[in-house]
């Protein structure tokens, strides 16, 4: 019997099982989008002065929409307590140093949110892929990746991580979409185009990858994006989720000084005493 289709992938699901035809109308992502983007204002105000922080770590396929899906947390969000990293390969210093070194110094303190636009999953992806890392390495990194994120959410970290796919027909049509859009053309890369030789062995170390180090409390959410609306939609609502659940999204009462000073401004006001 033939696997149902879905818009978001279980454990034990391979990524073919996702349904790449799920779309979002204009109206429903106008009308879904802004209170999203609501609810994240409201998580930050909460995780503001609070022990909690986050980390949101985007993987996905190349032009699966990471950076649109980034882009509207960042327009909303206080740059005060809220960080994207993006992530290259690294460089001939972190090269001597363990793989995890250079995400620890990224992570956010205490009421910040951080969000990495790719991450140490590179290990489990792009280096098993291409040879960077051996087998014995990137197989090791499977109980390295679970217990660093442990680590994290034992001291108060939510970690909710998003996987967005698209078709590899849907990606050839997005890659030459942007060769002739001269603002998107930085995007691309001989790699990028290089990769898509080696689908299958992706889709294989994605689909391990999603399965071995999904836990309760770092979850996977690998997401169907040929359609950007849907994805967008998809991701930030599994995000606001997760942040959110046992958070008292409402809003701070009033610092009673900060309200008695406001007071004393309204009598001089009224008395004519302040221009």
């Not at 770590?57 to 327009?75: N, P």
């Not at 796919?165 to 050839?172: K, L, N, P, Y």
């Not at 958070?247 to 009598?267: I, N």
Request: aromatic share 10%; with cysteine; charged share 30%.
């Amino acid at each position: 019997m033939a696997k149902t289709k879905k818009t978001e992938k279980r454990p034990g699901e391979g990524l073919g099982t996702l349904d790449m035809t799920a779309r979002m109308e204009n109206s429903e992502y106008e009308k879904r989008l802004p209170a999203l983007q609501t609810t994240l204002v409201q998580i930050q105000q909460a995780y503001f002065g609070s022990d909690r922080s986050a980390v949101v770590v985007f993987e996905g396929w190349d032009a699966a929409g990471k950076g649109g899906a980034i882009r509207r947390m960042s327009s909303v969000l206080d740059p005060r307590g809220f960080k994207v990293w993006p992530i290259a390969a690294p460089s001939p210093e972190d090269l001597k140093r363990h793989y995890l070194a250079r995400f620890w110094e990224k992570l956010p303190g205490t009421g910040g949110i951080a969000v990495f636009d790719r991450s140490w999953y590179g290990r489990v992806l792009v280096e098993r892929v291409e040879g960077f890392a051996t087998k014995t390495e990137w197989r090791r990194a499977y109980d390295e990746i679970e217990g660093f994120e442990k680590t994290l959410v034992d001291a108060g970290t939510r970690i909710v991580k998003i996987f967005l796919a698209v078709s590899r027909e849907e990606q050839r049509k997005r890659f030459l979409a942007r060769l002739d859009d001269p603002s998107k053309r930085w995007k691309l890369s001989v790699e990028d185009f290089r990769n898509r030789d080696r689908w299958e062995a992706y889709v294989e170390a994605a689909d391990e990858m999603l399965d071995k180090t999904s836990a309760p409390g770092a979850p996977w959410h690998a997401i169907a994006s040929n359609d950007k609306r849907f994805a967008r939609i998809a991701a930030l609502q599994a995000i606001c989720d997760h942040l959110s659940e046992g958070v008292d999204l409402t809003p701070r009462p009033l610092d009673p000084a900060v309200a008695r000073a406001a007071e004393d401004l309204k009598r001089a006001l009224a008395k004519g005493e302040l221009a």
